[in-house]
């Protein structure tokens, strides 16, 4: 009879060891490491970028006249055209807010006139007529003042050069001076330009931005070269002073910038 309690409790003792054993086996493994944390989010704004422009340029200046003036005349009337350029360029932006770039300009030519009066003797009239033509090149800075919804609007100002064209300069008389005429050949000059700048950017995607913007360009005197006439008389070139363009633009941006990487953390496995 001992023997058999004997038995029973070793039978006992091993189904707990074994009850033990199993139960060890069933507690949960050590949870897996934590995840890497997302990578940082690339600015989509900061970056170098490529521009374009369209724009029409409408003229504006302190006065044009002959010079020097025959004696007992004066300029009755004058006008220079607006004109239509190109723009290229390139630039950086290094936030949110402050960008620059550097643009180069060719404006198309457009006709100018200056009408002188003589009242004589011999009574009569002087008209000038030409075209001009021009490349500017400016270093920009921009302040970008916020997003809403896409649409970014901005500040800024240039300084850099004009160099304009005068061509195919002809001057007509009528009147008293009938039967005269006069030409010019062409000349190029450079002055320093300056411009402010106002606009509207809009994020059509994240690398490329649409541009409507207005420039105030001040781009200086501009000359002709002599004017030499048929028949004898002195010579004298047309003058244009202090001549400014009110510019009208719209553009691209193409930013060489990669968009923000979207971080999704991978499945959560369990090995046991």
Excluded at 160 to 176: H, L, N, Q
């Amino acid at each position: 009879m001992l023997r058999l309690t004997t038995l029973r409790l070793a039978g006992l003792a091993a189904a707990l060891s074994v009850g033990t054993a199993f139960a060890a086996d069933m507690i949960a493994p050590p949870p897996p490491p934590m995840l890497a944390p997302p990578p940082a989010a690339i600015d989509v704004g900061s970056g170098f970028y490529l521009r374009g422009d369209l724009g029409t340029g409408i003229h504006a200046y302190s006065n044009a006249a002959l010079v020097p003036a025959l004696a007992g005349s004066g300029t009755v009337a004058s006008a220079v055209d607006a004109t239509g350029f190109i723009s290229v360029g390139a630039g950086y932006q290094f936030n949110s807010f402050l960008r620059t770039d550097a643009t180069l300009d060719y404006r198309f030519p457009s006709r100018f006139q200056i009408v002188e009066n003589t009242v004589g003797p011999p009574a009569g009239q002087n008209v000038v007529r030409g075209n001009l033509s021009g490349i500017v090149g400016l270093a920009n800075v921009y302040v970008d003042l916020g997003t809403w919804h896409r649409i970014t609007p901005f500040v800024g100002g240039g300084i850099g050069f004009a160099t304009m064209m005068t061509s195919s300069v002809r001057d007509t008389g009528f009147g008293g001076f009938a039967g005269g005429s006069g030409t010019a050949p062409s000349k190029t000059e450079t002055r320093f330009a300056w411009a402010i700048h106002a606009g509207l950017g809009y994020d059509l995607t994240a690398n490329l931005k649409a541009e409507a913007a207005y420039r105030y360009l001040h781009i200086g005197d501009v000359n002709t070269a002599r004017i030499v006439c048929t028949v004898p008389c002195a010579a004298f070139n047309g003058r244009i002073k202090s001549l400014d363009s009110h510019d009208l633009k719209v553009g691209l941006r193409y930013v060489f910038a990669d968009a923000p990487a979207a971080y999704v953390p991978g499945p959560l496995v369990r090995k046991y």
